[in-house]
């Protein structure tokens, strides 16, 4: 089976802020991103968790895509400019895909 290299790119953002990220990626020409509900963690200021919680103005999303490599820098550039603002994280890794001309 013959693989492509891309960059999967990962953004966990709160909540309030998911619908400016996913506006940012799709103006930057991401085909398909997926998004999960975080339920908390541990961090630079201790544990958290959304949990009890009567808004969502706590609560995170971890939203995650993968993009062909040459097209990487151009989204995180895009996504950086909401998440700069806001309490989030942006991650970028190498992986492998079987369909190149999905991404």
């Not at 930057?28 to 958290?48: C, D, E, F, H, M």
């Not at 994280?89 to 001309?101: A, L």
């Amino acid at each position: 089976m013959e693989t492509h290299r891309a960059k999967r790119i990962e953004i966990m953002i709160e909540t309030p802020a998911l619908r400016r990220v996913r506006r940012a990626l799709e103006q930057a020409g991401v085909r398909g991103y997926s998004i999960l509900p975080v339920q908390g963690g541990y961090g630079r200021t201790g544990s958290w968790s959304g949990e009890g919680e009567v808004s969502i103005a706590s609560n995170m999303d971890l939203v995650w895509c993968i993009v062909a490599e040459a097209r990487a820098e151009a989204v995180v550039d895009a996504v950086f400019s909401v998440v700069d603002r806001q309490i989030g994280i942006v991650t970028i890794s190498d992986c492998e895909v079987v369909r190149r001309d999905r991404f």
